[in-house]
């Protein structure tokens, strides 16, 4: 419950969404991309974390070397964008006023801060999250043309030490579904009996416990004492407690309704559940070389495939040795030690084999060794 978890990036995408997710490639712990099909162009999101301002300059650089392979070797008629946790501050240098703008919160940028204006310059990119005007609480936390806002959102609760930072941008989908807003009807007869009134009283218990977890969130968030911060670690334990133990129920729940489907013979119901319960698993579309370089291009991908094929057809046979005997005894090293006449009575035998098409009977015999253990062992 109370481990730390470090790195790892990825992206949460509305279930109405999901269908425009082109490729998903999980890179690194520190850098994972997506593809989404859009007008006029596709749009690529690099989500990104990277190394804080204490680390060495060495996992610096080997960041950004990858961040920028990533970038330089991506799809050229698309819209590419960076989003994450960059660790960096930007400042508000005069000589980089093009690409930071005037809004930032920092006087100066720190290493991290000037690395990433150093690789948005030499992109032609913008440092979006210091270009549009919003008070300093809003500016602690990344083209441009269709950008139309970002800020962060300090009341956004994803059980996280980070802020929420929301990017309006001006783009379109390839198709837009458009849902019919209508009034939930309610049947209140329902919370009359005693089991469905049961389960409207649990689940007011449930909302309660995380109302409790936020709450005790957002007044750590204002004072920063010691003591808050003891207690909303305390609702968070109660809270995950909460969700663990609901998940756990709707599973099993899940699972009964799918094997009293299948024993009933209802079919039609069993892949519906199957179906509603089957989780998007895109598929992966990078592949690396021998150098670990990363390929995402068609070309390149194909490229290196016909290399690993022409390697791996073409290699020389490992020399696996000292495997069983048959039922005749002969160890497969009398056939390979025995010399050109041996091997060429045997291709002489494989071949009338082949014109005859018929096997001999003691090629039909086999010795079958069952694994060996003692009692009460397995």
């Not at 100066?108 to 549009?132: D, E, H, P, V, Y």
Request: net charge positive.
């Amino acid at each position: 419950m109370d481990r730390i978890h470090q790195l790892g990036v990825g992206f949460a995408v509305h279930k109405n969404f999901v269908r425009y997710v082109k490729e998903f490639n999980p890179i690194s712990e520190r850098i994972s991309t997506t593809r989404l099909d859009t007008n006029p162009m596709n749009l690529f999101i690099i989500n990104v974390h990277a190394p804080t301002e204490v680390k060495e300059d060495i996992e610096k650089d080997i960041f950004y070397e990858e961040l920028a392979k990533i970038f330089d070797e991506s799809l050229r008629n698309t819209i590419k964008v960076i989003i994450g946790d960059c660790n960096a501050k930007i400042g508000k240098e005069t000589m980089f006023i093009p690409k930071i703008g005037l809004q930032s919160t920092h006087e100066r940028s720190n290493n991290n801060g000037q690395r990433l204006i150093i690789f948005a310059s030499l992109r032609n990119m913008t440092i979006s999250s210091t270009i549009f005007p919003h008070k300093d609480i809003h500016k602690c936390t990344w083209f441009r043309s269709s950008i139309l806002n970002v800020r962060s959102y300090h009341g956004a609760d994803c059980d996280t030490d980070h802020f929420l930072v929301i990017a309006k941008c001006k783009i379109k989908l390839k198709k837009i579904c458009t849902n019919n807003n209508k009034m939930m009807k309610f049947d209140i007869t329902k919370l009359m009996r005693e089991e469905e009134n049961q389960k409207y009283i649990h689940e007011i218990e449930k909302e309660s416990e995380t109302n409790q977890r936020k709450e005790a969130r957002h007044e750590y968030i204002e004072y920063k004492t010691t003591h808050l911060k003891k207690a909303f670690e305390a609702e968070r334990r109660e809270c995950k407690k909460v969700v663990q133990r609901e998940k756990r129920k709707y599973l099993n729940e899940l699972l009964q309704s799918t094997e009293q489907n299948f024993t009933q013979g209802k079919v039609r119901h069993f892949f519906a559940v199957i179906k509603k319960s089957k989780q998007f698993n895109p598929m992966l579309k990078a592949i690396k070389d021998k150098n670990d370089r990363i390929f995402i291009e068609p070309q390149a991908k194909i490229s290196r495939w016909r290399e690993y094929f022409e390697e791996l057809l073409n290699g020389e046979m490992p020399e696996t040795n000292w495997k069983a005997p048959g039922q005749d005894g002969k160890l497969a090293e009398f056939i390979k030690l025995g010399g050109k006449r041996l091997h060429e009575a045997i291709h002489t035998l494989c071949k009338q084999i082949w014109y005859e098409e018929k096997l001999p009977d003691e090629w039909n015999k086999a010795i079958i060794i069952g694994p060996y253990h003692q009692h009460g062992h397995f």
